[in-house]
């Protein structure tokens, strides 16, 4: 199966080719560490995550993924200033930050995460070659790219020069030769800032030229894949291809992958509106899954609106899928059974993967392949509900398979991850610490049910279940007793 891919280098669908066969070479920009990461970040590692699970379990691409963090920048520095601290004290604590916040979402770990500050002599290297070369310009310590010597700058945003000189977002420094020339190297200005010693004096990187360095050590000098939100295609992936093709002279990147916007509530996220959701703020009250579910049900690159009550219905549609989990690995469970499925079995779940298949290769469509997912599930459950308790071992032996091909595709987007049985356990634990309440407490209230039901107070009984449900616990009633579970 053929993959399309959107590159916003050509703002055209494009059929997929890797620059080396059977391999893929990706890089994703990572964070800025100053401060907890929010659901814009969460939006751009779910979305990249997915890719690059789907090239290497159905597509079998050996897939080299990096994901920088940015550990010295201007706003480190200004927040370690503001703390009294080092800059590494910042930078270490909202890096491990993230890594735990990426644990929480299940995010997979990439091949490489590297830090900028692991490269700055990669970094000085790699500007004594563009000043040799004429890109580049050293003015009183500070040293600039000359966007005037790569007559392709613009590629990547499709805006002209004089637009962007009119129009670019870049500090006034009459030093310049030009408005949209950018440093790659800034010199030390106060006694606080962090630095290093170079051919053109004290000073640390600019902030674009940290992932030209990394991406081309890692990667090569062109790979396939970059990727990133839609914020960062000008300045900074614009600045990065400038820099890099004028460095090698070779083509920087095949395909440019640009995730979109979030915006809350209806507007877009922004500190000013103190309208920031971070990832941890998200889970303390949904399943990490719900808003992975969330982000996957848009296609990547459009944008998306976050509420609660809307993450509030995928945190159901999670719980939901978990349930026909647990029901069908009920079903099939300890069930040692030879038979063989019918084609109209086997056509079921084939057309199931590669409808998925063909929704992710059409631009890593994730909404679509979620569809898929849900129809899936809605006629398995609608063959069970219809067979009811006469599920005959064939009908077991096409639930396990099904069991097995919805698991393997979920765990394409990340979700599904849990055991269904520690995931209700999980669920109702924090659904009752909500409550204030105990499993002690839902037991005591069972035990009374269970008593009136003995004693034919049939009318107390449903009191006692209605009563239950209201505080959000479903029951089933079982040849081995009464059992509960969070309702959804």
Known sequence: MDLYVYNTLTNSKEKFSPVEEGKIKMYVCGITAYDYSHIGHARVQIVFDAIYRFLKKRLNYKVDYVRNYTDIDDKIINKAKDEGVNFKEVSEKYIKAFDEDMDLLGIEKPTYTPKATEYIDKMIEMIKRLIEKGCAYEVDGDVY????????????????????????????????????????????????????????GEGRPGWHLECSTMSLNLLGETFDIHGGGMDLIFPHHENEIAQSEAYTGKPFVKYWLHNGFVNINKEKMSKSLGNILTIREIVKKFHPEALKLF???????????????????????????????????????????????????????????KSFDSAMCDDFNTAVAVSKIFDFTKEVNKIIQTKGKNLSDKDIVFIKEAYLSLKDLSNVLGILQEDPVVFFDKALEKHLADLDLSKGDIENLIKERTEARTNKDYAKADEIRSKLYSMGIELEDTKEGTRYRIRI
């Open 145 to 200: 790219f000359s966007v005037e010597s790569f007559p392709e700058y613009g590629k990547l945003s499709k805006k002209p020069l004089d637009e962007l000189r009119s129009g670019a977002r870049v500090d006034v420094d009459e030093r310049k030769k030009s408005p949209l020339d950018f440093a790659l190297w800034k010199r030390k200005r106060f006694d606080y800032e962090p630095s290093w010693n170079s051919p053109f």
């Open 295 to 353: 982000v996957l049900s848009s296609h990547y690159r459009s944008p998306i609106d976050y509420d609660d009550d809307k993450l509030g219905e995928f945190d159901k549609s999670i719980k939901r899928l978990y349930l026909t989990l647990k029901n069908w690995q009920d079903i099939t469970e300890n069930k040692d059974i030879t038979e063989t499925l019918s084609d109209e079995e086997k056509l079921i779940i084939s057309d199931f993967e």
